[in-house]
């Protein structure tokens, strides 16, 4: 009988050592997010498009668009929407002018959809891994 009772105590102390070990793991992805202000003078703004070149992004960075909400804002929009410089109906707008935008793993693109905004180039398209 003792020895089953060791065996209990030794499956729940491993269950706890995994959940504990889990925990880290999560925290440390977490720690090596990175943040990225949009737009390479720090402002989001026309000809952005190029901005995200050479960046390597992954799920949980923060992408920050810093702007003047009464003239950009900041719509996440699918790759057609983007290549075409239109807004579909239900898109996510951000308009705070301070929009913090945490990124998942996959493609997401941006556009600002003020009249020929996103047609002088005030886009970006960048994928998480």
């Known amino acids: 009988m003792a020895k089953g009772r060791g065996s209990a105590s030794w499956s729940a102390r491993a269950i706890v050592t995994l959940m504990v070990v889990s925990v880290l793991l999560l925290q440390a992805d977490y720690v090596q997010a990175a943040t990225y202000t949009v737009g390479d003078s720090g402002v989001w703004t026309f000809n952005a498009v190029g901005w995200p070149k050479g960046k390597h992004f992954r799920a949980g960075d923060v992408l920050v668009f810093n702007y003047n909400p009464r003239m950009h804002n900041v719509v996440k929009v699918d790759s057609g929407s983007y290549n075409n410089c239109q807004t579909p109906a239900g898109a996510k707008t951000y308009t705070t002018g301070k929009d913090r935008i945490t990124l998942s793993k996959g493609q997401h693109f941006f556009i600002c959809n ?13 994928t998480a891994v």
């Not at 003020?114 to 960048?126: D, L, Q, T």
């Open 114 to 126: 003020f009249p020929g905004h996103c047609e002088n180039a005030m886009k970006i398209a960048v």
